[in-house]
């Protein structure tokens, strides 16, 4: 039985390297330097969980437990040291994130896309452009696609990680590694 936590892939799913331009579509090659330095991540963790199938409910008979799970895994497998940490929730799991996620940013929202737009409204790109090298989308919702747009203008590395097969196709055009999630 494979837990959800798991992380997949350790190289991203082939890109080309070869980008709109800024200056009316025409075709032009963007070069990103993959920095060893500073990280920001929008995780949405609740994407990130999805729906538990029957098999993992048999493993999580506690839901909290599977987001616990798969926040220490993300936890260890991409955040290092001085990386900036912005999670997002909906509010009814707000404590409980809290709990996992105690020394970064939690935000919650209400509704459709509520954590989504609670995630995006606390993010201000120049800032992230400046301390910055990698903007790290951990979602598959479409929603983060003008958010990614805009970091790869501001000269950010955009990556995304997903669950396999729940990666938006906006979302997916506007990254330019994707790693996915078992």
Known sequence: MRSIAKLANDSPLSRSQSRRSNSGGALGTQSYKRAAGRTCHIVDIENLVGRLNPEQIYLYSDRSKAFSDVSDSYRRKWVHGSDLVYVGCDAAIMFSTALDWQHYSVRFGRGKD?????????????????????????????????LAMRARREGLFVRGVARAGQLSYALRENCDAIYTMV
């Open 114 to 146: 509520g954590a989504d737009r609670a995630l995006i409204e606390v993010i201000d790109l120049d800032a992230v452009a400046r301390s910055c090298d990698v903007l790290q989308i951990a979602s598959g919702d479409h929603v983060f696609a003008p």
